[in-house]
């Protein structure tokens, strides 16, 4: 009787489940997304088939469907599977898995995989109760993290683990989780409310499946559509369609080229109200560092290269900051695209032929016989000198008078422009003076 009441408890619990978990599929086939670890043919997917997966932890943002992968793991391995969570179990919940595994193995020859979710939740000390079981074989650790694991896992424990980096899910993927939604649902929905919501997801089948599961609710009976998805979502609908996206994209970028803050901020803010991913947000202003502001203001890629990185550490909304002072920083830097010049120009010739010899001096001369054959032989070494500096030729010869990078006038270039000068004058009176 107490079997029966525990199954039926079960049944009831399953059916009211939220519709993320209720379409958590059983194996590996049935996972959407991630088709760089679950694709045909594909590292973790191999892994699988085989049942020859060894520790690992699944590191990525949230609703990127880690424990998705490890339950689909659990359907398609001949090992015991245990489920337990770092941010309700302790070290003697470990320990009684441990125990059981060994057990297992021993009587029954059936290896354990241990799924342990929030898996950075555990310190140091609890990760490395872990160790000697995973070391010895025992068990078999699936760890699941939103965090770096360099910085939250414990190093032994990481060794030991392989790291599968799992990505926000595409538009395809999260469309195609949102019909499965509507099937298990028995609904549909306007292709409106669907843009939508693929729209407002970044990459969170969770969140998306979250939101669809209320806005149906608000549209019992009938189909979903757009008004049931704003206010599933608390937000209306932003006109943002594949052309707008690239429309505001090439606004921000022109308006940081064009020094306004006011544009800059502007669009910035449509993107991220839109839902665009701010990492896409991050690596445009990186490359626009380099193309648009360049010398002028050297330590303009480093507040890039920074806001990109506090994105991953923090995630947004938080973010939202760091990418604003960016933006600004960005916007009011001076401009100069000198560096992307040379490196374009340089390419073109290099590709036109505008090839040579490197001139002898240049050359490695660090092995036995370097010297016989004239390699680096009469360089001098610019450290020697009181001015850090000796005139010498350091491009072929027949490149020797090409320039691709001239400075501009604007912020620290002026003073790349006048070193440069006072080098070429310095180099023109030592030749006089021969």
């Given amino acids: 009787m107490s079997d029966l009441f525990?199954?039926?408890?079960e049944d009831r619990l399953r059916e009211q489940a939220p519709l993320a978990a209720r379409l958590r599929p059983s194996t590996i086939d049935d996972v959407v997304g991630q088709e760089h670890l679950v694709g045909p043919g594909r590292s973790l997917r191999r892994l699988v088939e085989r049942d020859k997966l060894t520790s690992a932890i699944f590191w990525g943002p949230p609703g990127t469907g880690k424990t998705t992968l490890a339950l689909a793991v659990a359907g398609s391995t001949r090992r015991y599977f245990v489920q337990l969570s770092a941010v309700t179990a302790g070290v003697r919940d470990v320990r009684e898995v441990i125990e059981d595994a060994r057990q297992r193995l021993g009587m029954h020859g059936q290896g354990t995989i241990l799924f342990l979710d929030e898996i950075h939740r555990f310190s140091k000390s609890q990760q490395d109760a872990l160790l000697p079981a995973v070391e010895d074989g025992t068990l078999t650790l699936i760890g699941a993290t939103t965090e770096n694991p360099f910085f939250e896992i414990n190093a032994p424990l990481r060794s030991r683990s392989t790291l599968f980096r799992l990505e926000p899910l595409s538009p395809e993927a999260i469309a195609t989780l949102i019909q499965r939604g509507l099937t298990a649902l028995g609904t549909t929905a306007s292709a409106a409310a669907t843009d939508l919501l693929v729209d407002r997801a970044a990459g969170d089948g969770r969140q998306v499946l979250t939101s669809l599961e209320v806005a149906v609710?608000?549209?019992?009976?009938?189909?979903?559509?757009?008004?049931?998805?704003?206010?599933?979502?608390?937000t209306s609908a932003l006109r943002y369609g594949r052309d707008d996206h690239y429309d505001v994209v090439s606004a921000f970028i022109k308006s940081m080229r064009g020094s306004d803050p006011q544009a800059t901020?502007?669009?910035?803010?449509r993107m991220?109200?839109?839902g665009d991913d701010a990492r896409f947000i991050a690596r445009r202003m990186i490359i626009f560092a380099s193309e648009d502001v360049g010398m002028a203001d050297p330590t303009s890629?480093?507040?890039a290269v920074a806001a990109a990185q506090a994105v991953e550490h923090v995630g947004l909304p938080e973010a939202q900051l760091n990418l604003s002072q960016a933006a600004i920083?960005?916007?009011?830097a001076p401009?100069?695209?000198?560096?992307?010049?040379a490196i374009w120009g340089v390419r073109s010739d290099i590709g036109n032929g505008a090839l040579g010899e490197v001139p002898p001096h240049l050359r490695d001369g660090h092995y036995r016989g370097a010297s016989e054959l004239g390699h680096g032989v009469g360089y001098r070494y610019p450290h020697?000198?009181?001015?850090?500096?000796?005139?010498?030729?350091y491009l072929p010869d027949g490149l020797r008078d090409r320039v691709w990078y001239e400075p501009s006038h604007h912020g620290r270039e002026r003073e790349v422009d006048r070193r440069m000068k006072e080098l070429r004058a310095a180099e023109v009176s030592e030749e006089d003076s021969r």
């Fill in 335 to 341: 401009k100069s695209n000198r560096t992307a010049l």
């Fill in 217 to 234: 609710a608000l549209a019992h009976p009938g189909r979903v559509d757009l008004t049931h998805v704003e206010a599933a979502l608390g």
């Fill in 301 to 303: 890629l480093l507040v």
């Fill in 265 to 269: 901020i502007y669009y910035l803010g």
């Fill in 384 to 393: 020697d000198e009181e001015s850090g500096w000796v005139e010498q030729q």
């Fill in 329 to 332: 920083h960005l916007a009011t």
């Fill in 272 to 274: 991220l109200q839109a």
């Fill in 6 to 9: 525990s199954s039926a408890a």
